[in-house]
């Protein structure tokens, strides 16, 4: 079975700009969350998303937006780059919600804001 | 709030040897996990290991163990008989089970095992 899909690999973008990062979850999960992490730092949860619905939100400005669609697949979405927006940006899927469910990482994709 | 600390961001072993990364959390929840999380240069994030806050048992997974103290909110991560694939970052993490999957990360431990 194919593990969690993430494009592009890489990214590189300019200040100001806007960029759409894209996820597709382990077939029959329906749970999708979006980590960054910036180098040399533990992933920041951005948001979680199950069942096309927002389910959390970290700690990040507005810039960020996020949404999932009818077949589980999110898209994270950043406006108005920064410098400080680079980073690898990860995104996990899990099952479900409730009781414990094991999150599965993608390979990230790198994003660099010149 | 949940926080998460690992002291040491670097260490190395000796391949074949025992190495114990260390971390410490900060909740005032029952009822939560505790993850170490592997990440190798390949930047894919591989679960090692969980731990779930009831259990008094230390979980363990093949070379690896951990060393739970609840009270002292404390959870390290040992690695026996090393192995050179065993070189990556190593994230301790926290989940909340009252807050749906949502993980908390400390700042990682680089391992480095040296032949």
């Known amino acids: 079975d194919a593990g969690v899909t993430q494009s592009p690999t890489h990214l590189i973008k300019t200040r100001g700009q806007h960029v759409t990062l894209r996820c597709s979850p382990i077939s029959g999960h329906k749970s999708v969350s979006w980590y960054q992490q910036v180098l040399g730092q533990g992933p920041q949860f951005i948001f979680q998303?199950?069942?096309?619905?927002?389910?959390g939100r970290g700690n990040f400005p507005d810039r960020f937006s996020a949404r999932q669609f009818p077949n589980y697949s999110s898209e994270l979405n950043v406006n108005a780059l920064l410098l400080g927006d680079s980073a690898l940006y990860l995104c996990a899927s899990t099952q479900g919600l409730g009781t414990y469910n094991e999150q599965f990482f993608g390979p990230g994709t790198r994003l660099t804001v010149l | 709030a949940q926080t998460v600390t690992q002291s040491q961001p670097e260490m190395s072993v000796q391949e074949a040897e025992t190495v114990t990364l260390s971390c410490t959390y900060d909740t005032s929840e029952n009822n939560y996990y505790l993850f170490w999380y592997k990440q190798p240069p390949s930047r894919q994030m591989i679960l090692v290991i969980r731990?779930?806050?009831?259990?008094?048992q230390n979980a363990t997974e093949n070379r690896f163990s951990v060393n739970f103290q609840k009270a002292a909110k404390s959870f390290s991560l040992k690695i026996s008989d090393s192995q050179l694939g065993d070189t990556a970052m190593y994230f301790c993490a926290f989940m909340n089970n009252n807050a749906g999957n949502m993980l908390t990360f400390g700042g990682g431990t680089r391992l480095m095992v040296k032949p």
């Open positions: 731990q779930e806050a009831y259990k008094q």
């Open positions: 998303y199950y069942e096309k619905e927002e389910r």
